[in-house]
């Protein structure tokens, strides 16, 4: 078994899901971890320096100056150079792919994005769908290590803390040779919860009807602590903002309870959805590919169906 590194992610003073799927990552493919992690908070680190890592390293983030492709790449590439690493691992994210791409190009080594599972082997064997879901490839890198590979959110059972804790390393990148920098992030929307940390999703197709109809969703999140989710149709058409759009060209996720309204199920909406613990699907068309994957399908009319829904969770709750 090798080395690798993990490039982590935090929000705030917590630390990513993600974070603690790529480290079961690292323990599937390693027996030693280093860690990478750009972050203001004290806390997130702490919480970095638990996961079981033999060294963390903080890529802290200037006054005004929170990211650069460039200047992050040089770095970790730094950082690669010193701890030999047979893999770098980081999450299929935003952030992640734009600087496993960077660093593949700056340190000229090979490059996987999307992996969904890993069969052990020498080499390993790495899995990931093609042509939205359609097939799936199974895939082996060539030729001396390191390797880059980016993992898909909401696939790998995250790790628990290990207790231990392990001293952080502070690193300033160097921002002179940045094209561009992010200097800010704007939350889209108090409260709401990302889809990928949510445990209960609903979701809606072009089967509620219409674009108001969303707002029946938003009122069963607000009242149940839900997330809302939604299929590509309705985002094309623009009901709702692509930020809440699931499956292959959105988000992946893998909540507790994912309620599908009016979806009817395309595969490339299965592909990002239909890991999820328990699925309710509610559809008025009996036949909808949505109820093969259903662990409970109702036939009727969202419209009213959720609303009942509601009204009996929250006498549930009393």
């Avoid at 390293?57 to 150079?81: H, M, S």
């Avoid at 600087?99 to 082997?121: F, K, W």
């Avoid at 993992?151 to 094209?179: C, K």
Wanted: aromatic letters at 6%; glycine letters at 10%; a negative charge.
């Amino acid at each position: 078994m090798a080395k690798t590194l993990v490039y982590l992610e935090a929000k705030g003073d917590e630390l990513k899901k993600i974070s603690r799927e790529m480290m079961t990552v690292a323990r599937m493919l390693g027996d030693s971890a280093a860690g990478v992690i750009s972050t203001g908070s004290d806390a997130a680190l702490a919480s970095a320096g638990k996961l079981g890592l033999k060294k963390l390293a903080n890529l802290a983030p200037e006054n005004g100056k929170l990211y650069a492709a460039e200047a992050f790449a040089a770095e970790l590439a730094k950082l690669v150079e010193a701890e030999a690493p047979a893999y770098i691992i980081f999450g299929q994210t935003n952030l992640g792919r734009d600087l496993a791409a960077r660093l593949a190009a700056t340190t000229g080594v090979g490059y996987m994005s999307d992996v969904t599972a890993i069969e052990p082997g020498e080499p390993p064997t790495f899995v990931k769908p093609l042509y939205a879901g359609k097939i799936i490839g199974k895939f082996r890198f060539k030729g001396e290590p390191p390797h880059i590979l980016t993992i898909r959110p909401n696939i790998f059972s995250p790790s628990d803390a290990t207790g231990a804790e392990v001293a952080t390393e502070t690193v300033q990148p160097d921002y002179t040779s940045a094209r561009s920098v992010l200097t800010s992030i704007a939350e889209k929307a108090a409260g709401m919860i990302d889809l990928r940390e949510a445990t209960v999703i609903i979701s809606g197709g072009r089967g509620i009807g219409e674009a108001a109809n969303f707002q029946m969703l938003f009122d069963f999140a607000e009242k149940t602590g839900a997330a809302v989710g939604a299929s590509r149709a309705v985002v094309d058409e623009g009901w709702i903002e692509h930020a809440h759009q699931v499956g292959q060209t959105g988000k992946t996720v893998n909540p507790t309870l994912y309620i599908a309204c009016g979806i009817s199920g395309a595969i490339q909406h299965l592909a990002g959805m239909q890991t999820s613990k328990c699925i309710v699907a509610i559809n008025t068309n009996e036949s909808a590919p949505i109820f093969k994957v259903a662990d409970y399908g109702i036939v009727g009319d969202c419209k009213e169906v959720v609303p009942l829904l509601l009204e009996e969770i929250l006498k549930s709750r009393g």
